[in-house]
């Protein structure tokens, strides 16, 4: 699964367990004691992890790694020393101040980060497990998401028992039916996910899936077909052509850049804007604040309204709800990247938005709209500008990255910037620690991209896989190889191992395809390419041979 479907499945998750079944909502900073079934610890998180398992406490494990100073901040009353045991069986439900203080860890953004992660890295990948032995096939997206709404409902056995009643018709509504009221079973079950409770959370989702899920359809283009021909050049070539347009006066010469010119926050693009998502109107109108509605133009202009929509994730013409649309899917962070949407705050909140079209290591580049020539941060400004700032600059709150797909990129290596960017916004301690700073999104495969994978992957092994590996040394030897010896993934497999693969790779020509961290046909053929040129064993099999061969394919001194 790519993704962009697995946002789309979080944000199907958030809304059915906690959002009010709205797509895309959720109570990030809910604890909940446990009250049903065999809940015995707390839940957590707008996916509701844990209840029945560890998966609670495993998340403030995950913020600690991730965010030591976040957590140090948050945990004042004895959290830290609660992670070493466990939960279920212990059935930990914490004082009430130790609630209050998860509630508001899990909430920061960092918290809801690492939810983000939890759910793609731990969850769902366990869930996909399970359908894939049953023989659903890793093309099939919406039977995928059903499942695994479904599993994570019911437990494991849940959506075998469904499947079964499609006879081999994995339709979105086929499942559908199978979910009827009518097969809930309550001599076997107390509360089955055919109980009729679960049933218009049910409807919702078959709905969102119908709706968001990226997969081919029956005509033209697919989904994920129109997604990978999304060129930032397009955006670029769009918003350069606006510099010097002028905010109005009044509601005359909206297409003029110059005529009219005035402070009254009439501009073409609110106009435009509010023609193309009228349902918005709360938020996009012809004479209001316009930065924001200048970006969103932008993209539609270059990608249309559906491929805005995907790249932007949703629509607002607010800049604290437009960047917190990319925190939401863990595509916000402190690092530019070619295309992002840069937000800049006030004393109060997040303020200005623009589009980065360049950056290196001391400055970004941008183009806004409602801003003005000169060095500083301008939010209210009523012009069209390119502007320049140093990356340190404290009114920058951070990027958005929207999911431009393999063809963004205009220098060689295809899909190394796509590895880049992943590394960096999933595990910048990790990266950090290796190189002493975030990689550059270059597209270059050099010495510290190689060093970052291998020093995400000894983290891989040592958390997951019991490994004791050092981080910051850089070779891959004998103690490498014996612990990529329970770390083989093949067709099928996915997460941040194959995100590692795909990088390399695609780095050496084998693969080609888009980034996802999913082992498909395609990244099965590149494995099997890269074993035959190296003399090994073709399998398709990525195991510990294939693994340390990999990794010293290449000397990088």
């Not at 890793?138 to 499942?147: C, F, R, T, V």
């Not at 349902?279 to 970006?295: A, L, S």
């Not at 649309?325 to 997040?350: C, E, L, M, Q, W």
């Not at 992957?457 to 896989?465: C, H, L």
Request: net charge negative; with cysteine; hydrophobic share 35%.
């Amino acid at each position: 699964m790519n993704e962009y479907n697995i946002s789309v499945l979080g944000k199907i998750f958030t809304a059915v367990e906690s959002g009010g079944q709205i797509y895309g909502k959720g109570r990030w900073d809910d604890v909940t004691l446990p009250h049903f079934g065999n809940e015995k610890t707390l839940t957590l998180g707008a996916h509701q992890f844990g209840g029945g398992s560890n998966e609670g406490r495993d998340l403030l494990r995950l913020i600690r790694e991730r965010h030591p100073e976040t957590f140090a901040k948050y945990d004042t009353c004895g959290i830290a020393a609660t992670l070493g045991v466990d939960w279920y069986s212990t059935r930990f439900t914490g004082s009430e101040a130790q609630r209050a203080a998860i509630k508001a860890m899990i909430s920061t953004p960092d918290g809801i980060t690492c939810q983000t992660i939890m759910f793609g890295e731990v969850q769902l990948p366990a869930y996909l497990k399970h359908a894939y032995a049953y023989g659903i096939p890793a093309e099939n997206i919406p039977a995928l998401m059903m499942w695994a709404e479904i599993d994570h409902l019911g437990g494991s056995k849940a959506p075998v028992r469904v499947f079964n009643r499609c006879n081999g018709d994995f339709t979105v509504d086929k499942i559908l039916s199978a979910l009827l009221p009518k097969y809930a079973d309550y001599t076997k079950y107390k509360c089955p996910v055919e109980d009729s409770i679960f049933w218009t959370r049910h409807v919702k989702c078959s709905e969102f899936i119908k709706q968001y899920a990226q997969y081919p359809e029956e005509d033209g283009e697919s989904k994920e077909e129109i997604a990978m021909s999304y060129n930032v050049q397009k955006l670029f070539d769009v918003a350069f052509a606006e510099v010097g347009y002028m905010e109005k006066q009044s509601n005359k010469y909206l297409d003029s850049k110059t005529a009219n010119a005035g402070d009254n926050n009439y501009t073409k693009y609110g106009r435009d804007m509010l023609a193309t998502v009228p349902e918005y109107g709360d938020c996009y109108g012809i004479n209001y604040q316009w930065c924001d509605q200048f970006v969103d133009w932008c993209f539609v202009q270059a990608f249309g309204k559906e491929g805005a929509k995907y790249l932007l994730v949703d629509w607002s013409a607010y800049t604290p709800t437009s960047a917190g649309y990319f925190k939401k899917i863990g595509r916000y962070d402190r690092t530019p990247s070619i295309g992002a949407v840069i937000f800049f705050h006030n004393s109060t909140r997040i303020c200005h938005t623009g589009i980065v079209y360049d950056y290196d290591d001391t400055y970004v580049y941008t183009v806004e709209g409602n801003t003005s020539n000169g060095v500083a941060v301008i939010s209210n400004g009523g012009m069209v500008c390119k502007k320049k700032y140093l990356r340190t600059n404290a009114r920058i709150d951070g990027y958005g990255h929207p999911h431009y797909g393999v063809d963004t990129t205009t220098s060689k290596g295809g899909s190394v910037r796509s590895g880049q960017h992943f590394l960096n916004a999933y595990y910048p301690d990790v990266v950090k620690a290796s190189i002493g700073h975030l990689l550059k999104e270059d597209n270059d495969f050099g010495v510290d991209t190689y060093r970052a994978c291998l020093a995400v992957w000894k983290d891989i092994a040592n958390r997951n896989y019991g490994a004791s590996l050092t981080i910051n040394n850089h070779n891959f030897g004998d103690s490498c190889k014996e612990a990529a010896r329970k770390m083989a993934v093949s067709k099928g497999s996915e997460g941040t191992l194959v995100w590692i693969y795909e990088t390399m790779l695609s780095a050496y020509g084998f693969y080609t395809d888009s980034m996802d961290g999913a082992f498909g046909t395609n990244m099965d053929k590149a494995v099997r390419e890269f074993q035959e040129s190296a003399g090994l064993e073709v399998d398709g099999s990525l195991g510990a041979d294939s693994v340390y061969a990999l990794f010293n394919y290449k000397t990088f001194s």
